[in-house]
């Protein structure tokens, strides 16, 4: 097992994320939205850190089948909270397409989102789609395309509960 990204790493740069998304939001309520259920550990010690007034709701989406992304996005879940005039943190594990987060950000402008800007832990060094995403509003690493598990991101649904992220073989 090849650790990328150890917990100390990842959490120094959580923190410094943190502030940064803090300093962009300072005086406005934020409302954020973690996709399921890769970005759900990363969610939890990014808002932690957040020093701005904040809700919190998930999204269960998809677009991966096995190790590959299929193409086709699936909203799986719907909003417990209407994003309807909201600023909204659309908060995502891995930045790969892009195709997800631009699918998902155009859901949430078309149901009156405010503004939607993008968090991610990751974002993989691999070409996007045509319409795509192309990078996010904040990012915690940049990585090559190399497919990789733990805190949160799973390989085919294993190795979430890993403190470090790792290369998987």
Do not use: W
């Not at 990014?46 to 919190?56: N, Y």
């Not at 269960?60 to 309807?84: Q, T």
């Amino acid at each position: 097992m090849k650790i990328l990204l150890s917990k100390d790493v990842i959490a120094a740069r959580v923190r410094e994320l943190a502030a940064e998304v803090s300093a962009h939001y300072r005086g406005k309520q934020l409302h954020c939205i973690a996709l399921m259920n890769g970005a759900l550990t990363f969610t939890a010690d990014l808002i932690r850190h957040l020093d701005v007034e904040l809700s919190l709701d998930t999204l269960n989406v998809s677009s991966y089948c096995g190790h590959a992304s299929s193409g086709e996005l699936s909203i799986r879940s719907a909003l417990k909270i209407p994003v309807a005039g909201r600023e909204v943190l659309l908060i995502d594990d891995i930045l790969d397409t892009g195709l997800t987060l631009q699918k998902v950000s155009e859901h949430l402008r078309q149901e009156g989102a405010t503004h939607v800007k993008t968090c991610i832990l990751l974002d993989k060094d691999v070409p996007r789609k045509p319409g795509a995403l192309a990078h996010a509003d904040f990012t915690g690493f940049h990585i090559g395309n190399e497919y990789v598990a733990g805190y949160g991101i799973d390989d085919n649904e294993f190795s979430r509960n890993l403190p470090d992220i790792i290369v998987c073989e």
